[in-house]
């Protein structure tokens, strides 16, 4: 595997850990967290919309999408694998 696709699963997964601590702590919600997650892939999405390919694209939406979906499972109290959110975000995608 691509030592910079490791370490985007080990960010990624870090940055995850970090918004359920901070949730927990009562620093912000879930859904403060969805807001702010939606605000940075709508950011992505209209920042550079023809200067990238669609494949180009989605990579940069990429760990935006996980950590939309770390943070719904961590609302419903389940955490899932790096592995396990690549391929629902290939799902939904």
Do not use: C, W
Not at 2 to 30: C, I, P, R, S, Y
Not at 64 to 93: P, S
């Amino acid at each position: 595997m691509n030592t910079a696709n490791l370490q985007l699963d080990g960010l990624v997964m870090a940055v995850a850990e970090l918004t359920n601590m901070a949730v927990d702590k009562g620093l912000f919600t879930h859904q403060e967290v969805t807001v702010a997650l939606t605000r940075a892939e709508d950011g992505v999405q209209i920042a550079e919309p023809s200067n990238l390919s669609d494949a180009n694209q989605a990579a940069k939406l990429f760990p935006i999408r996980v950590l939309h979906l770390a943070n719904q499972a961590a609302q419903r109290k389940e955490r899932f694998t790096f592995t396990d959110y690549a391929e629902l975000v290939g799902k939904l995608t």
